[in-house]
């Protein structure tokens, strides 16, 4: 059973610049994610199994460190940091990035704006189509489209646990060279179809709150219901059930 004291964490922004080249899988996780994954083995599995996890929540941050869990991460990194951070790498030497999900609308406005950010890379995208479960013809052409782009960092982004579930189990038919990471809403934040919090928001941790005031009828379910099911199984894990 997944516990948070048990997770390999990457522990600060500072150690995104010491990851080895190469195929790698980097999956973050949340309050959400955890809630999910504590319910659905094979979400905890890709999650889990990936090569790199790091903490995009602070209340995973904070819950390491009342837990004394093995991971103690300094500070919460979140998929829009790992995002920049790989993006403003690649551009310094030039490179192709590829970005597998979401509509052709938000993909198009990420080519847009990538052009005008990011002018060194050659952006490749890929809309799947839109329905709950992939056919076996859906993930052998996603697969296919990944390969014969064969590009230097490839995003996913499905929402979760989709987007984690369907990178760990098609894993092995990639046949890439990159990081790869499964960063959801961050495809919403670069296309600027989503504003991230404001700053301050984010440095008090907070950023959940200004999803849900912005959001209340999408986000209440994940944020008010989601934040006290975290609470109920951090303080299971605390005593010990």
């Known amino acids: 059973m997944l516990r948070i004291k048990n997770l390999n964490l990457l522990c600060s922004r500072a150690d995104l610049a010491n990851l080895p ?3 790698l899988l980097i999956n973050t996780i949340n309050a959400f994610s955890y809630n999910n994954a504590r319910k659905d083995v094979l979400f905890e599995e890709a999650l889990t199994k990936g ?3 790091i903490p995009d929540g602070i209340s995973i941050v904070r819950t390491c460190h009342l837990l004394k869990a093995k991971s103690r991460p300094k500070e919460r990194i979140a998929g829009w940091d790992l995002f920049t951070f790989e993006m403003h790498r690649l551009n ?3 490179g192709k990035v590829m970005f597998l999900g979401s509509s052709e609308k938000v993909l198009g406005l990420i080519q847009k704006n990538a052009a005008s950010r990011y002018p060194n890379l050659e952006v490749v995208t890929y809309s799947p189509p839109y329905k709950p479960q992939f056919t076996v013809e859906d993930d052998l052409n996603m697969v296919k489209a990944i390969n014969d782009a064969d590009p230097d960092l490839l995003w996913i ?3 979760a646990p989709k987007q984690e579930k369907w990178a760990y189990a098609n894993w092995d038919r990639l046949n890439i060279h990159c990081h790869v990471g499964t960063v959801g809403a ?5 296309a600027g179809t989503y504003k991230r919090a404001p700053e301050i928001w984010q440095k008090l941790g907070l950023e959940w709150l200004y999803r849900l005031l912005a959001e209340p009828r999408r986000m209440w379910r994940r944020y008010i219901i989601g934040n006290m099911e975290f609470i109920s199984l951090v303080v299971r894990e605390r005593i010990g059930f």
Request: aromatic share 18%.
């Open 157 to 159: 982004g499905m929402t």
């Open 186 to 190: 961050v495809f919403d934040f670069f």
């Open 51 to 53: 090569d790199v996890l």
């Open 21 to 23: 080249e190469g195929k």
């Open 92 to 94: 310094k030497k030039g």
